[in-house]
T-cell receptor, first 108, second 113 residues
Framework: AQRVTQPEKLLSVFKGAPVELKCNYS??????LFWYVQYSRQRLQLLLR??SRESIKGFTADLNKGETSFHLKKPFAQEEDSAMYYC??????????FGKGTMLLVSP | DTGVSQNPRHKITKRGQNVTFRCDPI?????LYWYRQTLGQGPEFLTY????????KSRLLSDRFSAERPKGSFSTLEIQRTEQGDSAMYLC???????????FGPGTRLTVL
């Protein structure tokens, strides 16, 4: 069975500090991995997916198949980055399996 | 607003009652998904449709749950004989096709007293 682990419930950093939100997965096949973000009082929305290799809002994520990780990184955090972040895995482009999420708080 | 919409946004019911939620996907999106999210957890998959066909159901979807998508447009999720454990946020998402981004609705928060 596929599983997504986000080991940190809460990550608190100061503005301008680097951010790394951890995500590890277990899946025997070739996964499609995503990061979704939910800002306060807003709906869940896609931040980025590994296959597109884009940088969105300064965030990047690299799929490391050897370590089965897909950590989300940003070199300089901004206050507006404060949100709930979910890592998700898709098998065969169908359903999504989500991690429990990490709350990122960026303080001024 | 051309995003995914869900109604009602909040529902409070007594244990044992039946409830029905509605999801309107983005126009022309063929796939429609239902997820459930409880406190402190990420969304968990319940079921999904390709047009009007229900293609997969999670083990979380007990016999008390039924979902439909008549004519491949909007979808309804019904819970019969609600239990307190059904209290959760029910999320709907849609995508243009199987490989496309899933866009989420605002959710329906169910509270079972």
């Amino acid at each position: 069975a596929q599983r997504v682990t986000q080991p940190e419930k809460l990550l608190s950093v100061f503005k301008g500090a680097p951010v790394e939100l951890k995500c590890n997965y277990s899946y025997s096949g070739s996964p499609e991995l995503f990061w979704y973000v939910q800002y306060s009082r807003q709906r869940l929305q896609l931040l980025l997916r590994h296959i597109s290799r884009e940088s969105i809002k300064g965030f990047t994520a690299d799929l490391n198949k050897g370590e089965t990780s897909f950590h989300l990184k940003k070199p300089f955090a901004q206050e507006e980055d404060s949100a709930m972040y979910y890592c998700a895995l898709s098998e065969g482009y169908s359903t999504l399996t989500f991690g429990k999420g990490t709350m990122l708080l960026v303080s001024p | 607003d051309t995003g995914v919409s869900q109604n009602p946004r909040h529902k409070i019911t007594k244990r044992g009652q039946n409830v029905t939620f509605r999801c309107d996907p983005i126009s022309e999106h063929n796939r429609l998904y239902w997820y459930r999210q409880t406190l402190g957890q990420g969304p968990e998959f319940l079921t999904y449709f390709q047009n009007e066909a229900q293609l997969e159901k999670s083990r979380l979807l007990s016999d008390r749950f039924s979902a439909e998508r008549p004519k491949g447009s909007f979808s309804t999720l019904e819970i019969q004989r609600t239990e307190q454990g059904d209290s959760a946020m029910y999320l709907c998402a849609s995508s243009l096709s199987w490989a496309d981004t899933q866009y989420f609705g605002p959710g329906t928060r169910l509270t079972v007293l």
